[in-house]
Structure formats: C-alpha cells, structure tokens
C-alpha cells in the first residue's frame, strides 16, 4: 500500500513515519513536506520526500509521484503564527485533491481513498457555538472535519473520512500511569500513531469520527497485535 503522510517532521508525525516504516502491509510512504527530513529516515527506500512549499497547489509533476497512493495520514502541524484560515484550506484542498486525482483509480477495484485525518479533542462543528475556551481553534478542526465529511458525501469523490479526535499527546516513554493517562484524557504518541497508521487499510465499520478513549483503545490493540505478528 502506499501512503502519503504530512507532518512527518513533527512530534506526532515522525512516530507515524517511524510505525509506517515498520509495517510489512505498507510498501512505500510519499512525504509532503516543507523542509527535507533528516537521515537516515530519507534514506529509506520506503521513504519518497516531496518538498512542497505551496500546500494549496499540487501541480502535474507533484501529481504524478503520488499516483497509486491510496490512503493520505493528515498530520499536518502549523505554525502558531498561522491563521485558522490556512489550516482550513491546506486540508480541504489537500482532500480535495485527492479525492480529484487519487481516488477515481480505486473506483474501478471496488475501493475507496482514505483521508485519515488527525483532528483533535472537543472539536466543535457549529461554528454559531459560544465556547468557554479555546473557541478559534477547536472550531477551526470542527470546520475542517464538516468540509472532509461534505467532501465524502458527494457521489463522484470516492473518498473515506476517518477522524481522530486524541486529547494531549505524550511521549511512548512517558512516566505517567496508564491509569492516569486514561483518566486524563491523553494518548501516549505510539498510541496515536497506531490507531493512525492501522486507519490507513482496516475495514472500519460505523463511526468514523474516533474520541481519545476509541483512538487509544484501538491504538493499543494494533501495537500488541503487531507485536505479536513478528
């Protein structure tokens, strides 16, 4: 299977890389990027780096390195200097894209492209919704998963939405309790980028929009059962 993956230089994003390296059912990973990724990651011969400095735009030459891609791990992180705006059409029109470009090929095997989209805890999709904190940000996600979600509900698109919603993301190596992990709300980031990389080709049947409890629940299953395959 071959996979496109954003963010990859980021926290969340290298741990997504370094699992989707690792997994046999995983043939080749496309990295769009804005900066080179370091060795020997980009020495991988798993790994293909696309540098794209303009996230609205994905000329002919970006295209064709991407054919054959049937799922896209949207992990994108930008910088807080960022508008809300931007984040709201790099994925969309990312999505969009795809959805265009990528995803009519899977039609004909009886498939579908997956956006698996990294979203995040308490996203809020009525943005006429007054909010007690953190109102910009978490209708930002909540606008960004009612386009993806518009976007598969059109007949030509061909695409599946899956969404993760974790709370706070620590570290694998972490020394907070399990217990206390759960009850806080968080995900340790193996976790996360399990449940992230599994999305990619598991049949998921039902909702498709995951809370951190799902996430990590499912997220765990994947790293015991991966664990156990080698």
Same mark, same amino acid.
């Given at each position: !299977?071959?996979?496109?993956?954003?963010?990859?230089?980021?926290?969340?994003?290298s741990e997504i890389l370094a699992q989707?390296?690792?997994?046999?059912?995983?043939?080749?990973?496309?990295?769009?990027?804005?900066?080179?990724?370091?060795?020997?990651?980009?020495?991988?011969?798993?790994?293909?780096?696309?540098?794209?400095?303009?996230?609205?735009?994905?000329?002919?030459?970006?295209?064709?390195?991407?054919?054959?891609?049937?799922?896209?791990?949207?992990?994108?992180?930008?910088?807080?200097?960022?508008?809300?705006?931007?984040?709201?059409?790099?994925?969309?029109?990312?999505?969009?894209?795809?959805?265009?470009?990528?995803?009519?090929?899977?039609?004909?095997?009886?498939?579908?492209?997956?956006?698996?989209?990294?979203?995040? !805890?308490?996203?809020?999709?009525?943005?006429?919704?007054?909010?007690?904190?953190?109102?910009?940000?978490?209708? !930002?996600?909540?606008?960004?998963?009612?386009?993806?979600?518009?976007? /598969?509900?059109?007949?030509?698109?061909?695409? /599946?939405?899956?969404?993760?919603?974790?709370?706070g993301v620590l570290p694998k190596a972490?020394?907070?309790?399990?217990?206390?992990?759960?009850?806080?709300?968080?995900?340790?980031?193996? /976790?996360?980028a399990a449940f992230l990389v599994m999305?990619?080709?598991?049949?998921?049947?039902? /909702?498709?929009?995951?809370?951190?409890?799902?996430?990590?629940?499912?997220?765990?299953?994947?790293?015991?059962?991966?664990?156990?395959?080698?």
């Amino acid at each position: !299977m071959k996979v496109i993956l954003t963010g990859s230089t980021g926290f969340i994003g290298s741990e997504i890389l370094a699992q989707a390296i690792d997994r046999p059912f995983i043939t080749s990973i496309i990295c769009i990027t804005r900066r080179a990724l370091p060795e020997p990651i980009s020495g991988n011969p798993k790994v293909k780096v696309i540098i794209l400095k303009d996230f609205t735009s994905y000329p002919p030459e970006v295209l064709s390195q991407l054919s054959g891609a049937e799922a896209c791990i949207w992990a994108l992180g930008l910088p807080s200097t960022s508008s809300q705006t931007t984040e709201i059409e790099y994925t969309l029109t990312a999505a969009t894209t795809f959805s265009q470009h990528l995803a009519p090929d899977l039609k004909s095997k009886g498939e579908k492209f997956r956006f698996v989209y990294l979203s995040g !805890m308490l996203a809020n999709r009525d943005a006429s919704k007054k909010l007690w904190f953190l109102q910009e940000k978490r209708t !930002m996600k909540g606008t960004i998963e009612n386009g993806l979600l518009e976007l /598969e509900q059109k007949e030509e698109s061909n695409i /599946e939405i899956i969404i993760a919603r974790p709370g706070g993301v620590l570290p694998k190596a972490t020394i907070v309790p399990d217990l206390l992990v759960g009850l806080t709300k968080s995900i340790k980031v193996d /976790e996360l980028a399990a449940f992230l990389v599994m999305s990619c080709t598991a049949k998921k049947e039902g /909702e498709r929009t995951l809370e951190n409890d799902a996430v990590r629940k499912a997220g765990r299953l994947a790293l015991v059962l991966w664990s156990s395959a080698e």
